[in-house]
C-alpha cells in the first residue's frame, strides 16, 4: 500500500499553497487540541472512494487546490492507493477549514463519504467513517428502486443508523452519454461541490469550468463542451434518497465463516477490506523476517473483468494456447479421468483428449470468471477456425465458478501429458503464478507463469524492484503459490540496482548447503553407509531431470538410518534439517528492461560474467513501466517517453549482443506472441545450460499505448516482428562445443513496414503529432538501426 | 597520506590481542593522564622510519606482534604511509609498556628511533621526536669516517645536544651479501630488539626465528638460512659510535631561501617533509573546496633513481621514442633557435634537427636527473643502432640539472614542430602530466602524459579511484600542470562506482555554460554586434583545431564593445566572467580496469550509451593494482590474483566488444609498446569524434610479475600483441557514413607463443608452479579464448 500525503495550505491573503509529499505519517495518533476534530467549527472533512483508473485523485487534488487557492480556507489531501496495476482502490481523504489543519491522521469522522464505483458496496465498509447526519453520495446505474435492493443490509442499517443524507447519480450513463467513457471524475466533482457547500456553486462551476479550460483547450471545442457539459449534469441530476425508517430495524444476520484458511481469514482478507491497520503487531509472529504465505491471491476473486472469454466446446482444437498466453493463469487446461468425470459438478462439459497418450482422458479448458480480468488475450489467439473462446458479460459466465474449483481442488495434475517440448504439453503443467494484480492483458506475466509451470517447484527467484514486483507480491498479495506437494518458488524482492546480486547470493547461499551436503554424502558412500542413494544423489544433483528423485530416495534412507556415533549424526541432522536443498535448484531474477539496461545492469553484467548457473529473465517493455515511463537504454530511437518528450534519439542499446561477448553466455532473444514454440525452446535451454543465461523478452504494455488496447498485445508481438523491429534468436554456447554456429536467428527476414508498426503505438504516432519533422528523421533512424541490427544478426548466424 | 592505525593490545594472561584498524584518529591530543608519557616507568616508545619496499612496517608489526603474544607487555602500533608508488617513506609509532596505553597520538618523545634509509637524513628531520639521551640507529654504508662527512650539521648538533647513542649497521650491504637483495628488514629488526632491551635478547632471537620457520619453512633450507643469519648478523654487526663533544659546538648556517613560489615553500615543501600537521588550518583559505595550485610535483625532486639514462648526441636519430614512453615526463626533446643556444648553460651540447622545417632549429634530448625514477624504459626503447641512451649513476648526471632547468625555463616551445599525426612530432608539445609518484617503468602514465600533450591545454579530467588518482593527485603532489599560458587539465579524482558520471557531470555542467554564451552570442549576431566574431565563434564552437583562435577574438571583441543597456550588460559581464569556457573543451574520464570492467562499469555503459562527446580512457592492468592484485573481470583466464589464487576461470570481458554493439561509439585498443602510432592516430580520432569514445590501453603492471622487471614494459606490450595475446583495433562509427567497414585491424596475426608469454609474467607462471595440472588446462583455455577472439576480430576487419 503506498501512500501519498499532500498537505496543500492555503497562505491567506495571498493564496499562496504548498504541497509536501510524506510517506513516513503516522496514521493512528488521536486527535490533539487543536485538530480540526475538536476545535474547529465550520470545517469540512471528506472521504471519497475511488478506481485508481477513473480520475478520482486528479479531481480531488483540482478540488483541493480550487478551495486553497480561490478561498480563505486552509486544505488538506491525502490519498491512499493500492499496488493493484488494474481495478485498483484509492481513497482520498480531505479536510477545508478556516484555521489552519494539524490532522496528520486519516479522516474517521467524514461530513460527506462518497463511493464512485458500486462493487467496493460489498468489498468494504464505505460508510463506517461517516459521521451521524453527514452526506453519502453513491455513484451506481440504479434506481431508486434497484437501490433498495442492491444496498447491502448493514449499509443501509447503517446509514438510517447515523441518519445520514443519502444521494445517488448515475454518473457512468452520463459520461458515456456525452463522449467520455469511463471518466466520470468531473460529474463527480461538480456533484461534490454541490454537496458539502463550501462555497457558492455557481464560483465553483467557474473555477471548475477555468480548470477545464486550462487543461483542455488545445484539445478543441468538441472537448471542452463535453466536459463542461459533465460539470453541469454532476450538478442537475444528483437525486436525493429518502431513508425508509424501516431500514433501522433490519434483522442483520452474522455472516457464515468463510470456508478459506486462518491465515486468509485473519490477515489476507482483513487487509484487503482496506482494515489492515487495525491488525495487532502479535498477528505476525513468526514472520518477523517478512516471510509471507503463497498463493494468497488465490482468494482474492476480484471480478474485475467486464467481459470474460466463454468456452465453446464443440470449436476447440486443444491447442492451448489460450492458456499460454493468459497474463492471469484464470484459463487451464483439464484432463480428466474416468472417475474425475462422473464426479464433476452440473455443466463440466468434457470432449475426449487429443494427441499420443492423452487418449484415455477427457479434456476441458476451464475458466475461472473471477479471477480474469477480461483482456481478451486468449479469445485473441485462439487459433480455431470459429474461435473456440468468445468474450461474455462476467454476469452470464458465474456458474462456471465451481467447475473451476472442481478443476483445480478435485481433478490430479497429469504428469504424464507434461511435455516443455510442445506448447501444448507445456500447459498440462500447474502454473505456479497466478491471479497478479497485473494489468489486463500484461505481456509480462505470461512468461513469468510458464517459467513458474517449468521449475516453479524447484525455483529462486530475485525480483527487481519495478511491475513485476507491484504485481509479484504487494501485501497481502501473493501470487506465487505451491503446487499440492507443497513445492514453490522461493520469492524475494531486491532493489532495482542489485537484483542479478541478490539472486547470485542466493545461489552461492544454497550452493553452500548443497556443497557441504556433498561431502557427507562423500563421507556416507566411502563408509559405505546408505552408499547407493548417496552416490546417485551426488551424480544427479545438477541434474534437473533426475535430482528430484534421487534426492527422494536419499533423504528417505538417511533417515532410515541410524548413526554409530555423534559425528555421523550431526551429518545426518544437517542433511534432515537441509533436505529442501537437495534437488536440484533453479536460480533466476527476473526484471524489467530498467533494471536490467539500465540501474542494474553493471550487477547483472557482473554475474552473467561469474559463469555460474543462474537464469537471468528481463521483461523488455522498453521503458520505465511501473514509475510511469521514463527512458530507459531499452527505449528506441523515435519513441517518446519521459526524459525523452521530444523523442529518444539514440538507439536501443543491444543487451543480447554485449552478452554474447563474453562466448560463455545462453542468451536468447525472444516474444512469445511471434513464436510460442520459439520462447519455450528458449527458457528450457537457458535453464538447462550449465552456466548463466540470459532471456530478453519483448513485453508490450500499457505504455506503449497500442492502438487496438492490450487484447492485441500478443499480435503485437507478432507485428513488432514481422517489420523487422524485434528479432529473436538464441546464442547456445553449447553448440561451439560440436563446432556449430552457437549463434540461431529465429525470426524470418522482416517483411513488414516498420514505421507502420511504429505508427500503431502512441509512444511512436505522439511523435508525429507533436513534431512531424523530427519524427520523420527519428522514423527513419529507427528504420536504419533495426535494419543494421538486423544485418548484424543475419551475419552471426551466417558463420560457418 | 594515509595512516593507518593498529592497537595491539596483550590480553594478560591469555596473551590474546585485538587487531583494529582505524583511519580517523586524532592525533593532535595531548598526553592526559594515565598516559604512556605521563604515568609509566618502564616503558618504551620507538620511532622508525623505512621505505615503503623494505619491509620496515612487516617487520615492526612482526615485532609488536611477538612482544603482544610472548609478554606480558601492551603493545600499540601506528603506521604512517604516504602514497608514493615508488620511493615511498614509512613511519612507524611503537609504543610498549605493562600498563595498558591509551595514547591516541602519534610518538613524539621517543627513546628510541631509527632510520633505515641515508637519503632521508637530508630530506626530513629525523631525530626531531628522538628524547633526551635516546637511542637512534642509522642504517647506511658509511664507515665511522664517512659518517662524520655525510651526516648533515643540524643532525650532528642535535644528537649530541640530545646527549644520543649513536649506532649504525650497514644492512644494505649484509642483505645483499646473504643474498637478501633490498629486504633489510630481518636484519634491522634483530638490531632493535638488541637495542631497546626490553626482553633478553637470546629470547627475541628465539621468536623472530620461530617466525621465520612459520614463514619460510615451504621454501626450502636455504631461504631459512639466509633469514636465520640475518638475524644474527642483526645484532653481531651493530657499531656504537661515540658523538665527539665537538658536534654540540658546531655552527649551524640558517638556510638559503629557496626559489620557489610561496605556496611550494609554506604548504608543499612542509607537508613533504612530514610536518604536515602542523599547518594551520588559516594556510588554506581560498582553497577550502579542495582546489590545489596545479603542477607542485615539479617542486619535489626527488632523486629517486639508481641509475638514469645518458643522452649519447652522437647516436641519436631524433625520433622522440625515449620521450613518448617515459612514464614521468622526465627526458624530453628541446628544439633551439639560435639565441636558444646561444645562452644555453656550459655543456648543453646540441645538433642540427631532423625533418620537415626543422632545419633552422637545433635538437637535443634533455633528461631531468632528479624526476627520473631510472626505470629505463627510454634506454630500452631507444632504436638506434648503438644506443643514445645509456643508465648511469645518478651521481654522475647531477650536472644535467641546470641544463634541465634551462630548457624548460627558459626555451620557448616551439609550436610549429609539434605535429600529432607523428610519433616525433608529438613529442615536441610540453607534457601536462609530469613527475608523478607512479611505480619505475609504470604502463599507464605515458598515456596519459600523451593525452595531456595533445589536448592538456583544455581538458577536463574525472579520475576514477585507483593508482592513476594515487599517483594522480595525492595532496600535496599534483602532477597535473599548466603551459606557459596558464593553461592546463582540470582534474578531479571521483570515487571508483561513478568517475565516467562524475566526467559525464563536468560535460553537462560545461556545456550548460557553454550553450547560454551561444544564446548571447546569437543575440549580438542578431544585433549585429560584434557579430563577425560572435558568429565564427559560434561556428567553431565544437571545432578543436580553430575554437580556440575564435575564443580569444571574440573575448577580445567584447571586451572592447560597450553594453548599451542592462540587458547587454548582464551578457557582456556573464561572457566575460565565463571566458574560460570559450573554447572546445575535451572531456575525459580516466581509470583502470577495476573502475571500467567492473565497479564503474554501469556507469560507464550509461555514459557512452548517451551519445555525447565524452572521451573515456581505460588502463588496463588487468587487475587492481592500486589494491593489491585483486582479480577483475578484465584479468584473463589463467592468471592469478587475489579472490582467483588458483587462477580465474572465467575469460577476459570483451570490453570493446560490448561498447561496439551500440554502433555509435568510438572505440579503440591500444598498446604502445607494439605501434607507438597507432596509439596516437587512435587517441587523436577518438577526441575527435563528436560522440563517445572508450579507449582500451595495455598497462603492464608491477603485478604482472613481468620476468625482466618494469624496464621492460614497452617490449611486454610488444610480447603481448605478437603472441596474441592483446589485439590492436579501432572502431570509427564516422566511416560508415562513407560505406566504410569501421572496424580496423591494427595489430598483425598473431606469430609468437602465447604460453611463452604467459610463462615471461609471475602472474601465469605461478600457476605452473603451484597448480601444474590445472596449469596447463587453464593455459590451453587462455590460448583458446585469445584464439576466438581473435577470430572475431578478423572476421568484424573483413566485412565488406
Given at each position: 500500500?503506498v501512500?501519498?500525503?499532500?498537505?496543500?495550505?492555503?497562505?491567506?491573503?495571498?493564496?499562496?499553497?504548498?504541497?509536501?509529499?510524506?510517506?513516513?505519517?503516522?496514521?493512528?495518533?488521536?486527535?490533539?487540541?487543536?485538530?480540526?476534530d475538536?476545535?474547529?467549527a465550520g470545517?469540512?472533512?471528506?472521504k471519497?472512494?475511488?478506481?485508481g483508473?477513473d480520475?478520482?485523485?486528479?479531481?480531488?487534488k483540482n478540488?483541493?487546490?480550487i478551495?486553497g487557492?480561490y478561498?480563505?480556507?486552509?486544505?488538506?489531501?491525502?490519498?491512499?492507493y493500492?499496488?493493484?496495476?488494474?481495478?485498483?482502490?484509492?481513497?482520498?481523504?480531505?479536510r477545508f477549514?478556516?484555521m489552519?489543519?494539524?490532522?496528520?491522521y486519516l479522516?474517521s469522522?467524514a461530513?460527506?463519504?462518497a463511493?464512485h464505483?458500486?462493487?467496493?458496496?460489498?468489498?468494504?465498509?464505505?460508510?463506517?467513517d461517516?459521521?451521524?447526519g453527514?452526506?453519502?453520495?453513491?455513484?451506481?446505474?440504479?434506481?431508486?428502486?434497484?437501490?433498495e435492493d442492491?444496498l447491502?443490509?448493514?449499509?443501509?442499517?447503517?446509514?438510517?443508523q447515523?441518519?445520514a443524507?443519502?444521494?445517488?447519480?448515475?454518473?457512468?450513463?452520463?459520461?458515456k452519454?456525452?463522449?467520455?467513457?469511463g471518466?466520470t471524475?468531473?460529474?463527480?466533482?461538480?456533484?461534490?461541490f454541490?454537496?458539502?457547500?463550501?462555497?457558492?456553486?455557481?464560483?465553483?462551476v467557474k473555477?471548475?469550468?477555468?480548470?477545464?479550460?486550462?487543461s483542455?483547450?488545445?484539445?478543441?471545442?468538441?472537448?471542452?463542451?463535453?466536459?463542461?457539459a459533465?460539470v453541469?449534469?454532476?450538478?442537475?441530476?444528483?437525486?436525493q434518497?429518502?431513508?425508509?425508517?424501516?431500514w433501522?430495524?433490519?434483522?442483520?444476520?452474522a455472516?457464515?465463516?468463510?470456508n478459506?484458511?486462518?491465515f486468509?481469514?485473519?490477515?489476507?482478507?482483513v487487509?484487503?477490506?482496506?482494515?489492515?491497520?487495525?491488525?495487532?503487531?502479535?498477528t505476525?509472529?513468526?514472520?518477523?523476517?517478512?516471510?509471507f504465505?503463497a498463493?494468497?491471491t488465490?482468494?482474492?476473486?476480484?471480478?474485475?473483468?467486464?467481459?470474460?472469454?466463454?468456452?465453446?466446446l464443440?470449436?476447440?482444437?486443444q491447442c492451448n494456447?489460450?492458456?499460454?498466453?493468459?497474463?492471469h493463469?484464470?484459463i487451464?487446461?483439464?484432463?480428466?479421468?474416468?472417475?474425475?468425470v462422473?464426479?464433476?459438478?452440473?455443466?463440466?462439459?468434457?470432449?475426449?483428449a487429443?494427441?499420443?497418450?492423452?487418449d484415455?482422458?477427457?479434456?476441458r479448458m476451464?475458466?475461472?470468471?473471477?479471477?480474469?480480468?477480461?483482456?481478451?488475450?486468449?479469445?485473441?489467439?485462439?487459433?480455431?477456425?470459429?474461435?473456440?473462446l468468445?468474450?461474455?458479460?462476467?454476469?452470464s459466465?458465474?456458474?462456471?465458478?465451481?467447475?473451476?474449483?472442481?478443476?483445480?481442488d478435485?481433478?490430479?495434475?497429469k504428469?504424464?501429458?507434461?511435455n516443455?517440448?510442445?506448447?501444448?504439453?507445456?500447459?498440462f503443467?500447474?502454473?505456479?503464478?497466478?491471479f497478479?494484480?497485473?494489468?489486463?492483458g500484461?505481456?509480462e506475466?505470461?512468461?513469468?507463469?510458464?517459467?513458474t509451470?517449468m521449475f516453479g517447484?524447484?525455483?529462486?527467484?530475485?525480483n527487481a524492484?519495478?511491475c513485476?514486483?507491484?504485481?509479484?507480491?504487494?501485501t497481502?498479495?501473493?501470487?506465487?503459490?505451491?503446487?499440492?506437494?507443497g513445492?514453490?518458488p522461493a520469492?524475494?524482492?531486491?532493489l532495482?540496482?542489485?537484483?542479478?546480486e541478490?539472486?547470485y547470493g542466493?545461489l552461492?547461499?544454497?550452493e553452500?548447503i548443497?556443497?557441504?551436503?556433498?561431502?557427507?554424502?562423500e563421507?556416507?558412500?566411502?563408509?559405505?553407509?546408505v552408499?547407493?542413494?548417496?552416490?546417485?544423489?551426488?551424480k544427479t544433483?545438477?541434474?534437473?531431470?533426475?535430482?528430484?528423485?534421487?534426492?527422494?530416495?536419499?533423504?528417505?534412507a538417511?533417515?532410515a538410518?541410524?548413526?554409530?556415533?555423534?559425528?555421523e549424526t550431526?551429518?545426518?541432522?544437517?542433511?534432515?534439517?537441509?533436505k529442501?536443498?537437495?534437488?536440484?535448484?533453479s536460480?533466476?531474477?527476473?526484471?524489467?528492461?530498467?533494471?536490467?539496461?539500465?540501474?542494474?545492469y553493471?550487477?547483472?553484467?557482473?554475474?552473467?560474467?561469474?559463469?555460474?548457473?543462474?537464469?537471468?529473465l528481463v521483461?523488455?517493455?522498453?521503458?520505465?513501466?511501473?514509475?510511469?515511463?521514463q527512458?530507459?537504454?531499452?527505449?528506441?530511437a523515435?519513441?517518446?517517453?519521459?526524459?525523452?518528450?521530444?523523442?529518444?534519439?539514440?538507439?536501443k542499446?543491444?543487451?543480447?549482443?554485449m552478452?554474447?561477448s563474453?562466448?560463455?553466455?545462453?542468451?536468447?532473444?525472444?516474444?512469445?506472441?511471434?513464436d510460442?514454440?520459439?520462447?519455450?525452446?528458449?527458457?528450457?535451454?537457458?535453464?538447462?545450460?550449465?552456466?548463466?543465461s540470459?532471456?530478453?523478452?519483448?513485453c508490450p504494455?500499457?505504455?506503449?499505448?497500442?492502438?487496438?488496447?492490450?487484447?492485441?498485445?500478443?499480435?503485437?508481438?507478432?507485428?513488432a516482428?514481422?517489420?523487422g523491429y524485434?528479432?529473436?534468436?538464441?546464442?547456445?554456447?553449447?553448440l561451439?562445443?560440436?563446432?556449430?554456429?552457437?549463434?540461431?536467428?529465429?525470426?524470418?527476414?522482416?517483411?513488414g513496414?516498420?514505421?507502420?508498426f511504429?505508427r500503431?503505438?502512441?509512444?511512436?504516432?505522439?511523435?508525429?503529432?507533436?513534431?512531424?519533422?523530427?519524427?520523420?528523421?527519428?522514423?527513419?533512424?529507427?528504420?536504419?538501426?533495426?535494419?543494421e541490427?538486423?544485418?548484424?544478426y543475419?551475419?552471426?548466424?551466417?558463420?560457418?
Amino acid at each position: 500500500m503506498v501512500t501519498v500525503y499532500e498537505n496543500l495550505k492555503s497562505e491567506h491573503p495571498k493564496n499562496n499553497f504548498t504541497i509536501g509529499i510524506n510517506d513516513d505519517v503516522t496514521f493512528l495518533s488521536l486527535p490533539q487540541p487543536g485538530d480540526i476534530d475538536v476545535a474547529q467549527a465550520g470545517s469540512m472533512q471528506c472521504k471519497i472512494w475511488g478506481l485508481g483508473s477513473d480520475g478520482t485523485v486528479g479531481a480531488n487534488k483540482n478540488t483541493t487546490k480550487i478551495l486553497g487557492e480561490y478561498t480563505n480556507l486552509y486544505t488538506q489531501a491525502y490519498f491512499v492507493y493500492d499496488s493493484k496495476k488494474s481495478g485498483g482502490l484509492t481513497q482520498s481523504h480531505l479536510r477545508f477549514a478556516k484555521m489552519p489543519i494539524r490532522s496528520p491522521y486519516l479522516v474517521s469522522n467524514a461530513d460527506f463519504v462518497a463511493c464512485h464505483n458500486p462493487s467496493y458496496l460489498t468489498k468494504y465498509d464505505i460508510i463506517k467513517d461517516l459521521k451521524k447526519g453527514g452526506t453519502f453520495l453513491l455513484n451506481c446505474q440504479w434506481t431508486q428502486k434497484e437501490l433498495e435492493d442492491n444496498l447491502p443490509d448493514e449499509m443501509k442499517k447503517s446509514l438510517a443508523q447515523k441518519e445520514a443524507k443519502l444521494y445517488i447519480i448515475n454518473a457512468i450513463d452520463i459520461a458515456k452519454g456525452l463522449g467520455l467513457g469511463g471518466r466520470t471524475n468531473t460529474i463527480l466533482q461538480a456533484a461534490f461541490f454541490q454537496l458539502v457547500n463550501m462555497i457558492p456553486i455557481e464560483d465553483a462551476v467557474k473555477y471548475m469550468k477555468d480548470a477545464i479550460l486550462k487543461s483542455y483547450s488545445k484539445k478543441g471545442q468538441k472537448v471542452l463542451d463535453m466536459n463542461f457539459a459533465a460539470v453541469d449534469r454532476g450538478i442537475s441530476d444528483l437525486v436525493q434518497v429518502d431513508i425508509p425508517s424501516a431500514w433501522a430495524a433490519l434483522n442483520i444476520q452474522a455472516p457464515a465463516k468463510p470456508n478459506v484458511p486462518e491465515f486468509i481469514e485473519k490477515v489476507v482478507n482483513v487487509m484487503n477490506r482496506q482494515e489492515g491497520d487495525i491488525l495487532p503487531v502479535s498477528t505476525f509472529v513468526g514472520m518477523e523476517d517478512g516471510t509471507f504465505p503463497a498463493g494468497t491471491t488465490a482468494y482474492e476473486k476480484r471480478g474485475a473483468a467486464v467481459d470474460v472469454p466463454q468456452w465453446k466446446l464443440e470449436e476447440c482444437i486443444q491447442c492451448n494456447q489460450c492458456s499460454y498466453v493468459c497474463p492471469h493463469a484464470s484459463i487451464r487446461p483439464v484432463l480428466l479421468n474416468e472417475a474425475e468425470v462422473a464426479n464433476a459438478p452440473e455443466g463440466f462439459k468434457t470432449k475426449k483428449a487429443l494427441g499420443k497418450g492423452l487418449d484415455k482422458y477427457q479434456y476441458r479448458m476451464q475458466l475461472s470468471p473471477l479471477d480474469c480480468t477480461g483482456c481478451g488475450s486468449c479469445a485473441a489467439v485462439c487459433p480455431a477456425k470459429n474461435k473456440a473462446l468468445v468474450m461474455m458479460p462476467l454476469a452470464s459466465q458465474l456458474e462456471e465458478v465451481k467447475r473451476w474449483n472442481y478443476a483445480v481442488d478435485k481433478v490430479e495434475i497429469k504428469k504424464d501429458a507434461i511435455n516443455f517440448n510442445s506448447v501444448k504439453g507445456s500447459q498440462f503443467a500447474q502454473p505456479l503464478f497466478e491471479f497478479s494484480g497485473a494489468c489486463a492483458g500484461c505481456g509480462e506475466t505470461p512468461y513469468i507463469k510458464l517459467v513458474t509451470q517449468m521449475f516453479g517447484d524447484r525455483m529462486y527467484i530475485a525480483n527487481a524492484s519495478g511491475c513485476s514486483t507491484a504485481y509479484g507480491g504487494s501485501t497481502p498479495a501473493t501470487p506465487y503459490t505451491k503446487n499440492r506437494q507443497g513445492c514453490g518458488p522461493a520469492w524475494s524482492m531486491s532493489l532495482f540496482e542489485d537484483c542479478a546480486e541478490y539472486g547470485y547470493g542466493m545461489l552461492l547461499g544454497s550452493e553452500k548447503i548443497r556443497a557441504t551436503i556433498k561431502e557427507y554424502a562423500e563421507f556416507f558412500t566411502q563408509k559405505g553407509i546408505v552408499a547407493a542413494e548417496a552416490e546417485n544423489w551426488i551424480k544427479t544433483m545438477q541434474d534437473s531431470e533426475n535430482s528430484e528423485e534421487a534426492s527422494l530416495k536419499f533423504s528417505q534412507a538417511i533417515r532410515a538410518y541410524s548413526p554409530k556415533n555423534p559425528m555421523e549424526t550431526e551429518m545426518v541432522d544437517f542433511i534432515i534439517k537441509h533436505k529442501d536443498f537437495l534437488p536440484k535448484k533453479s536460480y533466476w531474477a527476473f526484471g524489467g528492461d530498467g533494471w536490467a539496461y539500465d540501474i542494474g545492469y553493471g550487477g547483472l553484467d557482473h554475474v552473467l560474467a561469474s559463469g555460474k548457473n543462474i537464469n537471468l529473465l528481463v521483461m523488455d517493455t522498453e521503458v520505465y513501466s511501473n514509475t510511469g515511463g521514463q527512458s530507459s537504454k531499452s527505449t528506441a530511437a523515435g519513441a517518446i517517453a519521459k526524459f525523452a518528450s521530444s523523442g529518444k534519439r539514440t538507439k536501443k542499446k543491444d543487451l543480447g549482443m554485449m552478452a554474447i561477448s563474453y562466448g560463455y553466455i545462453y542468451v536468447a532473444q525472444v516474444a512469445m506472441g511471434y513464436d510460442q514454440a520459439q520462447t519455450l525452446k528458449a527458457i528450457r535451454e537457458a535453464e538447462a545450460y550449465p552456466g548463466p543465461s540470459l532471456i530478453i523478452a519483448y513485453c508490450p504494455c500499457i505504455e506503449h499505448g497500442i492502438k487496438g488496447g492490450m487484447s492485441g498485445s500478443q499480435m503485437e508481438m507478432k507485428k513488432a516482428v514481422e517489420s523487422g523491429y524485434w528479432h529473436l534468436y538464441t546464442y547456445n554456447p553449447q553448440l561451439k562445443e560440436d563446432g556449430k554456429n552457437p549463434f540461431t536467428l529465429d525470426s524470418k527476414a522482416p517483411a513488414g513496414d516498420l514505421k507502420e508498426f511504429l505508427r500503431g503505438e502512441v509512444r511512436y504516432s505522439s511523435l508525429q503529432l507533436a513534431f512531424p519533422e523530427l519524427a520523420d528523421e527519428l522514423y527513419n533512424k529507427a528504420e536504419a538501426d533495426a535494419k543494421e541490427r538486423y544485418e548484424n544478426y543475419k551475419r552471426l548466424a551466417e558463420y560457418k
